[in-house]
Protein backbone atom coordinates (compact mmCIF):
# COMPACT_ATOMS: atom_id res chain seq x y z
CA UNK A 1 0.00 0.00 0.00
CA UNK A 2 0.72 3.78 -0.48
CA UNK A 3 1.52 5.65 2.23
CA UNK A 4 -1.56 7.06 3.98
CA UNK A 5 -0.01 10.48 3.59
CA UNK A 6 0.16 10.07 -0.30
CA UNK A 7 -3.25 8.66 -0.52
CA UNK A 8 -4.32 11.60 1.60
CA UNK A 9 -2.78 14.01 -1.65
CA UNK A 10 -4.41 11.44 -3.97
CA UNK A 11 -8.02 11.69 -3.02
CA UNK A 12 -8.13 15.44 -4.76
CA UNK A 13 -7.43 13.89 -8.54
CA UNK A 14 -9.30 10.76 -7.54
CA UNK A 15 -12.25 12.82 -6.59
CA UNK A 16 -12.36 14.22 -9.71
CA UNK A 17 -12.21 10.79 -11.21
CA UNK A 18 -14.81 10.12 -9.49
CA UNK A 19 -17.76 12.25 -10.95
CA UNK A 20 -16.52 11.23 -14.36
CA UNK A 21 -16.37 7.37 -13.82
CA UNK A 22 -19.54 7.33 -11.21
CA UNK A 23 -22.11 9.36 -13.07
CA UNK A 24 -24.74 8.00 -11.64
CA UNK A 25 -23.59 8.07 -8.05
CA UNK A 26 -22.84 11.94 -9.45
CA UNK A 27 -25.97 12.32 -10.04
CA UNK A 28 -27.40 11.10 -6.54
CA UNK A 29 -24.99 12.68 -4.72
CA UNK A 30 -26.14 16.54 -5.75
CA UNK A 31 -29.77 15.69 -5.85
CA UNK A 32 -29.70 14.94 -2.01
CA UNK A 33 -27.31 17.78 -1.60
CA UNK A 34 -30.06 20.14 -3.24
CA UNK A 35 -32.99 18.87 -1.11
CA UNK A 36 -31.00 19.25 1.79
CA UNK A 37 -29.42 22.59 1.12
CA UNK A 38 -31.75 24.80 -1.29
CA UNK A 39 -30.39 27.89 -0.53
CA UNK A 40 -26.85 27.08 -0.83
CA UNK A 41 -25.73 28.63 -4.32
CA UNK A 42 -24.62 26.17 -7.49
CA UNK A 43 -21.18 26.70 -6.81
CA UNK A 44 -21.04 25.69 -3.47
CA UNK A 45 -23.08 22.60 -3.61
CA UNK A 46 -20.96 21.43 -6.95
CA UNK A 47 -17.80 21.71 -4.28
CA UNK A 48 -19.31 20.35 -1.66
CA UNK A 49 -20.25 17.69 -3.95
CA UNK A 50 -16.49 16.95 -4.81
CA UNK A 51 -14.99 17.30 -1.57
CA UNK A 52 -17.70 13.97 -0.46
CA UNK A 53 -16.21 12.37 -3.17
CA UNK A 54 -12.75 13.04 -2.39
CA UNK A 55 -13.77 11.55 1.34
CA UNK A 56 -15.67 8.85 -0.88
CA UNK A 57 -12.38 7.75 -2.45
CA UNK A 58 -10.61 7.96 0.99
CA UNK A 59 -13.40 5.21 2.21
CA UNK A 60 -12.34 3.20 -0.26
CA UNK A 61 -8.69 3.03 0.16
CA UNK A 62 -9.45 2.62 3.92
CA UNK A 63 -11.69 -0.14 3.03
CA UNK A 64 -8.91 -1.76 1.89
CA UNK A 65 -6.25 -1.35 4.55
CA UNK A 66 -9.00 -2.51 7.02
CA UNK A 67 -9.34 -5.99 5.03
CA UNK A 68 -5.76 -6.44 4.84
CA UNK A 69 -4.00 -5.00 7.85
CA UNK A 70 -6.91 -4.12 10.59
CA UNK A 71 -3.39 -2.98 12.91
CA UNK A 72 -2.49 -0.62 10.38
CA UNK A 73 -5.98 0.80 10.38
CA UNK A 74 -6.57 1.03 13.72
CA UNK A 75 -3.65 3.16 13.84
CA UNK A 76 -5.43 5.94 11.46
CA UNK A 77 -8.05 6.65 13.95
CA UNK A 78 -8.04 8.58 17.13
CA UNK A 79 -11.33 7.28 19.87
CA UNK A 80 -12.54 9.82 22.34
CA UNK A 81 -15.36 9.49 24.87
CA UNK A 82 -15.70 5.59 25.04
CA UNK A 83 -16.81 6.36 29.05
CA UNK A 84 -19.98 7.38 27.49
CA UNK A 85 -20.34 3.88 26.50
CA UNK A 86 -22.26 2.43 29.51
CA UNK A 87 -19.91 -0.45 31.15
CA UNK A 88 -22.53 -2.43 33.56
CA UNK A 89 -25.44 -2.65 30.70
CA UNK A 90 -26.29 -3.36 27.27
CA UNK A 91 -26.60 -0.62 24.65
CA UNK A 92 -27.46 0.10 21.17
CA UNK A 93 -24.28 2.05 19.40
CA UNK A 94 -25.37 4.11 16.64
CA UNK A 95 -24.10 6.30 13.61
CA UNK A 96 -24.97 7.63 10.49
CA UNK A 97 -23.56 6.14 6.90
CA UNK A 98 -20.38 7.98 6.54
CA UNK A 99 -16.91 7.35 3.88
CA UNK A 100 -15.04 6.25 6.44
CA UNK A 101 -17.33 3.39 7.88
CA UNK A 102 -14.85 0.31 7.99
CA UNK A 103 -12.34 2.62 10.14
CA UNK A 104 -15.08 3.56 12.34
CA UNK A 105 -16.13 -0.25 12.80
CA UNK A 106 -12.19 -1.06 14.06
CA UNK A 107 -13.38 1.25 17.28
CA UNK A 108 -16.38 0.03 17.61
CA UNK A 109 -14.93 -3.61 17.42
CA UNK A 110 -12.25 -3.32 20.32
CA UNK A 111 -15.42 -2.41 22.94
CA UNK A 112 -15.81 -4.38 25.61
CA UNK A 113 -18.58 -6.78 25.64
CA UNK A 114 -19.19 -5.59 21.99
CA UNK A 115 -21.30 -8.65 20.00
CA UNK A 116 -23.50 -7.88 17.28
CA UNK A 117 -24.47 -6.11 14.57
CA UNK A 118 -28.50 -5.08 13.72
CA UNK A 119 -29.64 -4.97 10.01
CA UNK A 120 -33.43 -4.45 8.93
CA UNK A 121 -33.57 -7.27 6.07
CA UNK A 122 -31.74 -10.75 5.41
CA UNK A 123 -30.50 -10.86 2.16
CA UNK A 124 -28.55 -14.09 1.81
CA UNK A 125 -25.18 -12.44 -0.58
CA UNK A 126 -25.36 -9.33 1.95
CA UNK A 127 -24.68 -12.36 5.00
CA UNK A 128 -22.66 -14.07 3.40
CA UNK A 129 -20.52 -11.08 3.35
CA UNK A 130 -21.38 -9.59 6.74
CA UNK A 131 -19.70 -13.34 7.83
CA UNK A 132 -16.89 -12.44 5.54
CA UNK A 133 -16.03 -8.80 7.42
CA UNK A 134 -16.92 -10.25 10.71
CA UNK A 135 -13.81 -12.74 10.80
CA UNK A 136 -11.31 -10.09 9.05
CA UNK A 137 -12.42 -7.51 11.63
CA UNK A 138 -12.84 -9.93 15.22
CA UNK A 139 -9.87 -12.34 15.42
CA UNK A 140 -10.53 -12.97 19.00
CA UNK A 141 -12.18 -15.21 21.11
CA UNK A 142 -15.75 -13.07 20.37
CA UNK A 143 -18.58 -14.60 18.88
CA UNK A 144 -19.65 -11.25 17.19
CA UNK A 145 -23.07 -11.75 15.08
CA UNK A 146 -25.26 -10.47 12.60
CA UNK A 147 -28.99 -10.47 13.77
CA UNK A 148 -31.37 -9.39 10.95
CA UNK A 149 -35.29 -8.84 11.87
CA UNK A 150 -38.06 -8.02 9.51
CA UNK A 151 -39.92 -5.29 11.39
CA UNK A 152 -41.44 -7.35 14.21
CA UNK A 153 -39.16 -10.49 14.89
CA UNK A 154 -36.81 -8.57 18.08
CA UNK A 155 -36.43 -11.17 20.70
CA UNK A 156 -33.06 -12.45 20.26
CA UNK A 157 -31.49 -9.24 19.54
CA UNK A 158 -33.57 -7.67 22.83
CA UNK A 159 -32.09 -10.74 24.51
CA UNK A 160 -28.60 -10.11 23.52
CA UNK A 161 -28.84 -6.43 24.49
CA UNK A 162 -30.61 -7.18 28.08
CA UNK A 163 -27.59 -9.59 29.00
CA UNK A 164 -25.73 -6.69 28.67
CA UNK A 165 -24.06 -6.87 25.18
CA UNK A 166 -23.02 -4.25 22.62
CA UNK A 167 -24.73 -3.80 19.26
CA UNK A 168 -24.21 -1.46 16.54
CA UNK A 169 -26.89 -0.39 14.25
CA UNK A 170 -27.17 2.31 11.75
CA UNK A 171 -30.97 3.15 10.96
CA UNK A 172 -30.38 5.81 8.38
CA UNK A 173 -31.04 4.00 5.30
CA UNK A 174 -34.61 4.57 2.98
CA UNK A 175 -35.23 0.61 2.58
CA UNK A 176 -38.73 1.56 0.64
CA UNK A 177 -40.54 -0.51 2.96
CA UNK A 178 -43.36 2.32 2.98
CA UNK A 179 -43.23 1.09 6.49
CA UNK A 180 -42.32 4.97 7.65
CA UNK A 181 -42.52 8.05 9.57
CA UNK A 182 -41.02 11.52 8.30
CA UNK A 183 -38.31 13.58 10.07
CA UNK A 184 -37.18 16.98 9.11
CA UNK A 185 -33.91 16.72 7.86
CA UNK A 186 -31.96 19.76 6.63
CA UNK A 187 -33.62 21.17 4.01
CA UNK A 188 -34.86 17.67 3.24
CA UNK A 189 -38.01 15.22 4.67
CA UNK A 190 -36.40 11.76 5.83
CA UNK A 191 -37.89 8.52 5.96
CA UNK A 192 -37.60 6.52 8.81
CA UNK A 193 -38.21 2.57 9.53
CA UNK A 194 -41.08 2.56 12.09
CA UNK A 195 -40.00 -0.76 13.48
CA UNK A 196 -36.69 0.82 14.26
CA UNK A 197 -38.20 2.68 17.03
CA UNK A 198 -39.94 -0.10 17.90
CA UNK A 199 -37.29 -2.06 18.19
CA UNK A 200 -35.04 0.41 20.64
CA UNK A 201 -38.40 0.97 22.46
CA UNK A 202 -38.80 -2.43 23.57
CA UNK A 203 -35.10 -3.46 23.88
CA UNK A 204 -35.02 -0.23 26.91
CA UNK A 205 -31.31 0.23 26.69
CA UNK A 206 -28.87 2.99 26.13
CA UNK A 207 -28.72 4.57 22.79
CA UNK A 208 -25.31 5.80 22.85
CA UNK A 209 -24.07 7.51 19.31
CA UNK A 210 -20.86 8.41 17.73
CA UNK A 211 -19.63 10.99 14.78
CA UNK A 212 -16.87 10.04 12.38
CA UNK A 213 -14.90 13.12 10.60
CA UNK A 214 -11.65 13.48 9.49
CA UNK A 215 -8.80 15.61 10.87
CA UNK A 216 -5.55 15.97 9.01
CA UNK A 217 -4.47 12.24 8.82
CA UNK A 218 -6.41 10.61 11.59
CA UNK A 219 -10.56 9.79 11.11
CA UNK A 220 -11.81 10.89 14.78
CA UNK A 221 -14.39 8.49 16.18
CA UNK A 222 -16.22 10.31 19.41
CA UNK A 223 -18.94 8.32 21.49
CA UNK A 224 -21.45 10.84 22.81
CA UNK A 225 -23.54 10.66 25.44
CA UNK A 226 -26.71 8.48 25.26
CA UNK A 227 -28.99 10.33 23.24
CA UNK A 228 -31.58 7.94 24.09
CA UNK A 229 -31.33 6.96 28.17
CA UNK A 230 -33.13 3.51 29.28
CA UNK A 231 -34.62 5.29 32.33
CA UNK A 232 -36.46 7.84 30.15
CA UNK A 233 -38.59 5.35 28.76
CA UNK A 234 -39.50 7.36 25.71
CA UNK A 235 -42.11 6.49 22.70
CA UNK A 236 -40.52 5.08 19.73
CA UNK A 237 -41.63 8.62 18.10
CA UNK A 238 -39.48 10.12 20.34
CA UNK A 239 -36.91 8.07 20.20
CA UNK A 240 -36.09 8.30 16.38
CA UNK A 241 -36.65 11.78 16.43
CA UNK A 242 -33.55 12.46 18.72
CA UNK A 243 -31.26 10.21 16.44
CA UNK A 244 -32.91 12.29 13.61
CA UNK A 245 -31.67 15.41 15.28
CA UNK A 246 -28.51 13.83 16.44
CA UNK A 247 -27.38 12.65 12.64
CA UNK A 248 -28.43 16.20 11.38
CA UNK A 249 -26.22 18.02 13.69
CA UNK A 250 -23.36 15.80 13.23
CA UNK A 251 -23.67 16.69 9.11
CA UNK A 252 -24.64 20.22 9.18
CA UNK A 253 -21.22 20.39 11.43
CA UNK A 254 -19.06 18.78 8.31
CA UNK A 255 -21.66 17.99 5.72
CA UNK A 256 -18.58 16.46 3.60
CA UNK A 257 -18.49 13.64 6.02
CA UNK A 258 -22.00 12.01 5.02
CA UNK A 259 -22.37 9.27 2.78
CA UNK A 260 -24.48 11.22 -0.10
CA UNK A 261 -24.13 8.65 -2.71
CA UNK A 262 -27.34 6.16 -1.97
CA UNK A 263 -30.27 7.49 -2.45
CA UNK A 264 -31.45 8.62 1.26
CA UNK A 265 -34.48 10.55 0.45
CA UNK A 266 -36.10 7.63 -2.29
CA UNK A 267 -39.40 7.46 -0.21
CA UNK A 268 -41.16 11.30 0.39
CA UNK A 269 -44.38 12.07 1.58
CA UNK A 270 -46.14 13.78 -1.82
CA UNK A 271 -43.72 12.38 -4.30
CA UNK A 272 -43.72 9.08 -6.27
CA UNK A 273 -40.99 6.83 -4.67
CA UNK A 274 -37.52 8.01 -6.26
CA UNK A 275 -38.98 11.44 -8.31
CA UNK A 276 -36.39 13.40 -6.79
CA UNK A 277 -33.79 11.32 -8.29
CA UNK A 278 -34.91 11.61 -12.43
CA UNK A 279 -34.73 7.83 -12.84
CA UNK A 280 -31.39 7.01 -11.52
Known amino acids: WLPYRLVLLLQYPAGLLLMVLFPTRRRVSAANLKLCYPQMSAVLRAWLLYRNLCSTFMGLVEAGIVWNSPAKGASLIEVHGTDNIPADRGCVLT???HPATELAGLAVARIQDFDGIIFRFKDADFSDYVTA???QLFRDSRNV???FHDGGNFKGIIRRLQAGNKMFYA????????????RRFLGAQAPWEIPTGKLLRLANVDVVPYSVHRRSAKVVVRFHRAVVNKEEHLTADEIISRINKFIEDQVRREPA??????KRFFTQ???????IYHGD
Open 133 to 135: RRK
Open 171 to 182: PDIDLRSGNVTF
Open 257 to 262: DYLWIF
Open 269 to 275: PSLKGGA
Open 95 to 97: TYH
Open 145 to 147: EAF
